[in-house]
């Protein structure tokens, strides 16, 4: 280890970029931002999307992907516990580790996590990033659902951790459903862009979606929303669906147009860059449990104007009307008209994208957690470094 490291933190996650989700973003900004700050940054996920082993990125960045049944994991991973995965807990245990941090209650690796933090004595801190109990949207596959996820707090309520969450939503959550103490708020974050400009057409309107194509997360609804617009309105209007799911290719049938484009997986510096030519970005979550959405944030610190969803984790960072649009669960007459609201009204889209753009960068910078971290873990004297 290089003598300007000062301290080793240790990150456990399910997956890591580029496996699309909230959490993985949350991690990486995070890693990134505290390797500038001269913290050593470990970080543990499954070899999802990765081959198996061990790494060093370019920022110095220690990588553990470690092997999981690969058919049944892109949900939810699953440890291979063969000769290399033993071969890679043994040399993480032997790590210089003085604190870890473990995403989210239900996945193995925040049980690995806690259970070495217990062996090395080490202090633990689990971040709750959901608002609400795990859902598949089914009510006969939700139970056994539940039941992993209440076999793991169980699990995880046995060992000397802390609990912290991403937002007061998922506060809500751990305290009044699962009866949990919460120690603090490292909110979900986003790295502000430098001397980035908006480059938008004169000539065409574009709406994006950016996430899982899933239809929990309002995909749908979405498509249905925008097929309802008045056909001179559609016509100089693009939508743009950014990301892949189970119900891509199903989608992606259905709802073929000139005006649609399934664009599929980007690289995150890809959307960020994309986020300057888009007018508008939708965030239709159904039945979902939001945390701190990431999607809300990307966008809004782009300077984009957001129309989304009233559900906790969204409405903590939008107030309707001065900084986004928000609307009713599922009421897709409801996001047609905002949409065309949006669309018809230049200075609206403006003011609302300026506002929000101001609100995430005064609350929502990684720099900012970041600094919160560092003096939750280590104390004040970090807070200068």
Known sequence: ????????????????????????????????????????????????????????????????????????????????????????????????????????????????????????????????????????????????????????????????????????????????????????????????????????????????????????????????????LSEPLKQKTDLQIIGTGSDFGELSKIYQSANIHFIGRLKQHEIQARYQRIDIVVVPTIDYPEGLNSVVLEAGAAGCCVIATAVPGIEEIIESGKDGLLVEKGNVLELKEKLQEALKNQALRESLGINLQKKVSEKYSTESVAKVILKDIFGAKNEEK
């Open 1 to 228: 280890m290089s003598d300007s490291y000062k301290k080793t933190l240790t990150f456990f996650s399910g997956y890591s970029l580029p496996h699309v989700g909230g959490v993985e973003g949350y991690t990486d900004r995070l890693a990134r931002e505290l390797t500038k700050d001269g913290i050593q940054v470990i970080c543990v996920s499954s070899a999802v999307d990765h081959s198996p082993g061990k790494e060093r990125d370019e920022l110095g960045i220690i990588h553990y992907y470690l092997p999981v049944y690969e058919k049944i994991s892109n949900r939810y991973p699953v440890f291979k516990k063969n000769k290399l995965y033993r071969s890679l807990v043994n040399q993480l245990h032997n790590e210089k580790i003085d604190a870890l941090i473990c995403n989210a209650r239900f996945y193995p690796t925040t049980l690995l996590g806690v259970k070495m933090g217990k062996k090395l004595n080490r202090q633990v801190f689990v971040v709750e990033h959901g608002s609400a109990p795990l859902t598949l949207s089914h009510p006969i596959l939700d139970l056994p659902l539940h039941a992993v996820e209440n076999c793991f707090t169980q699990k995880i309520k046995r060992y000397p951790v802390n609990f912290y969450v991403v937002s007061k939503a998922a506060q809500r959550h751990l305290e009044k459903d699962l009866k949990l103490s919460v120690s603090g708020i490292w909110h979900n974050n986003v790295t502000l862009a430098q001397n980035a400009t908006r480059q938008l057409s004169n000539d065409t309107l574009k709406i994006a979606y950016v996430g899982r194509v899933i239809k929990p997360k309002g995909v749908e609804l979405l498509l249905q929303a925008f097929n309802m």
